[in-house]
């Protein structure tokens, strides 16, 4: 299984990016998907995730600015970030916990993406 990250880049504060990810190879099933981030010096966090059924949760810090979604079909996950600040600036994974063809679940990280917020 592989998970595939992109749209990271340069930003201005205040603008947008669109990150995605889309998972391949062994799949029976892609159950939670979530994305997380990591900063210089800092321990990785939740930004947002997103079950099968649709339940999100969104950490505070990025709450009304940045939305997650999923599109099953594609075996692929978006995050669409608004509203961008310096303190955004980190990179960002992608998270996928799979059920294989062998029926055995396990989590599934992407290889990140980074997010640069600066004028």
């Known amino acids: 299984v592989q998970l595939q990250a992109s749209g990271g880049g340069l930003v201005q504060p205040g603008g947008s990016l669109r990150l995605s990810c889309a998972a391949s190879?062994?799949?029976?099933?892609?159950?939670?998907m979530g994305w997380y981030r990591q900063a210089p010096g800092k321990e990785r966090e939740m930004v947002a995730t997103?079950?099968?059924?649709?339940?999100?949760s969104v950490a505070n810090s990025v709450k009304g600015r940045f939305a997650i979604s999923r599109e099953s079909s594609k075996n692929t996950m978006y995050l669409q970030m608004n509203s961008l600040k310096a303190e955004d600036s980190a990179v960002y994974y992608c998270?996928?916990?799979?059920?294989?063809?062998?029926?055995?679940?396990?989590?599934?990280w992407g290889q990140g993406t980074l997010v640069t917020v600066s004028s």
């Open positions: 190879g062994n799949i029976f099933e892609i159950n939670q």
């Open positions: 998270n996928a916990l799979i059920t294989t063809r062998a029926l055995l679940m396990e989590p599934f």
């Open positions: 997103i079950s099968t059924g649709g339940s999100i």
